[in-house]
């Protein structure tokens, strides 16, 4: 079945049955590889991607269920001011270790922002769970969604 999807203020038609999950629409059918799979049952956030600017685990969303709402990706967040402030607070304070989980950690703190500009630590916290670093990142995490948050609007 043919499916046409607004991903990253892009429409994409592509063929996939309604209940494939979005990530694999995204990875496998787009060839876009930034989002990443984890555990497969939506637990560790590695595949959260923004849905009309939520944050939501495409691993287990069916494609069929997105219909005319927007995706936005890691590839698309950095053309946001809020994602490009994440983004770079990422790099400046170097978050990333092994990077596998940022990309879902990058995702769910920019709609964090987005809808909290200045967030306190039990915002972070609520906003964040669920995203899970084996690295152990959580405080250059923390370090960097205060700094994007402290970032005048550009």
């Known amino acids: 079945m043919t499916t046409t999807l607004t991903i990253n203020g892009e429409a994409k038609s592509f063929d996939a049955p309604a209940d494939m999950p979005l990530l694999w629409v995204l990875r496998d059918v787009l060839g876009m590889t930034g989002t990443q799979f984890g555990c497969g049952i ?3 956030g590695a595949c ?4 009309d600017g939520k944050p939501v ?5 069916p494609v069929g ?3 005319d709402r927007a995706v936005t990706t ?6 946001s001011p809020v994602g490009a402030k994440v983004q770079k607070a990422w790099l400046d304070l170097e978050v990333i270790q092994c990077g596998y989980c940022q990309s879902g950690q990058i995702m769910s703190a920019a709609a ?4 909290t500009p200045n967030p306190d630590d039990s915002d972070i916290d609520a906003a964040m769970a669920g995203n899970i670093c084996r690295c152990g990142t959580y405080v250059r995490i923390r370090a960097a969604i205060k700094q994007a948050a402290s970032q005048r609007q550009s």
């Open 48 to 51: 959260t991607v923004h849905i």
């Open 74 to 79: 890691i590839e698309g967040v950095g053309a």
């Open 112 to 115: 964090l922002l987005a809808a």
């Open 57 to 61: 685990r495409s691993c287990m969303l």
């Open 65 to 67: 269920a997105v219909r």
């Open 42 to 44: 939506a637990q560790c």
